[in-house]
């Protein structure tokens, strides 16, 4: 059986401001965005390690994918199998503040 898929809400909050920004324009790539966004997380469940350790930590527990310029930054938990999405992030918007635990 694979880990738990968790999103914290402030990935739902950066998620759900993604889709609304490029909606304004264009609702059906919004929508697609979202779903390919949700679709690379679930991965996780059978690879949690999929992700490169985020290289502004020093914490191995700290990891993201990349997908096109959106940064999806995670913490992996061991113990009960768990990871936990804390942001969803355009990489031209500099670098986020990731919650702590």
């Not at 992700?51 to 930054?73: N, T, W």
Request: charged letters at 30%; proline letters at 8%.
């Amino acid at each position: 059986m694979g880990w738990k898929v968790i999103i914290a809400p402030s990935g739902a909050r950066d998620l759900e401001k993604i889709v609304a920004f490029i909606a304004r324009d264009n609702p059906d790539a919004a929508e697609r965005l979202g779903l390919r966004l949700i679709s690379k997380v679930e991965v996780l469940a059978s690879f949690p390690l999929m992700g490169r350790a985020i290289p502004e930590f020093k914490d191995p527990r700290l990891r993201e994918i990349v997908h096109r310029s959106y940064r999806i930054m995670y913490r992996v938990n061991h113990e009960a199998e768990a990871v936990e999405i804390i942001r969803f992030w355009h990489a031209a918007r500099g670098f986020p503040i990731i919650p702590p635990n």
